[in-house]
Antibody, heavy 121, light 109 residues
């Protein structure tokens, strides 16, 4: 059974960089059919796709966040990571990592449990 | 890339059917048969319920069905059960990105 687990600081200061890692277990991040993505959800609000990465390093980002986002992959560790720079209180959210299927079928079919990141001084 | 439009809330009694709409544009919902629906009970991660407009992943009850007409997709839940009470989100694939709806809170009366 595929599992994803987010890890990283739960508190980040304004103007600093938010950094999270997702560890994938029960399957290989190098599978050819899948991208690996980040989605966030501010408290009490809806979902927002941040971006996705292929094991080769090819990335797609939400245009509204593109200038501040970097997603990278480490196939040797079966992990992928998110960096979001120049954060403000508006970036406070639960951050989910997930498997993003884009081959024979399209959908985000496995999700991590999510991790709350608070931006505050 | 604007969010898809969903009603904030819907409700129904056990055994009834409810439909949640999801309206996009000709650039997302209208252009791709790549609409998915997610169920999110309070305090949990979203769960994929429908992919590619009308397909159910293994394990999702056939009470859940999806459809699309033009720029609007719909999720129908028949035979409502108490356990269906949750937030529901639609999403559309568009130009290598995903766009989500604002979410709909389903209350089972």
């Amino acid at each position: 059974q595929l599992q994803l687990q987010e890890s990283g600081p739960g508190l980040v200061k304004p103007s600093e960089t938010l950094s999270l890692t997702c560890t994938v277990s029960g399957g290989s991040i190098s599978s050819s059919s899948y991208y690996w993505g980040w989605i966030r959800q501010p408290p009490g609000k809806g979902l927002e796709w941040i971006g996705s990465i292929y094991y080769s390093g090819s990335t797609y980002y939400n245009p509204s966040l593109k200038s501040r986002v970097t997603i990278s992959v480490d196939t040797s560790k079966n992990q992928f990571s998110l960096k979001l720079s120049s954060v403000t209180a508006a970036d406070t959210a639960v951050y989910y990592c997930a498997r993003d299927e884009r081959w024979l079928q399209f959908g985000i079919d496995y999700w991590g449990q999510g991790t709350l990141v608070t931006v505050s001084s | 890339q604007s969010a898809l439009t969903q009603p904030p809330s819907v409700s129904g009694s056990p055994g009834q059917s409810v439909t949640i709409s999801c309206t996009g544009t000709s650039s997302d919902v209208g252009s791709y048969n790549r609409v998915s629906w997610y169920q999110q009970p309070p305090g949990t991660a979203p769960k994929l319920m429908i992919y590619d407009v009308s397909n159910r992943p293994s394990g999702v009850p056939d009470r859940f069905s999806g459809s699309k007409s033009g720029n609007t997709a719909s999720l129908t839940i028949s035979g409502l059960q108490a356990e269906d009470e949750a937030d529901y989100y639609c999403s559309s694939y568009t130009s290598s990105s995903w766009v989500f709806g604002g979410g709909t809170k389903l209350t089972v009366l």
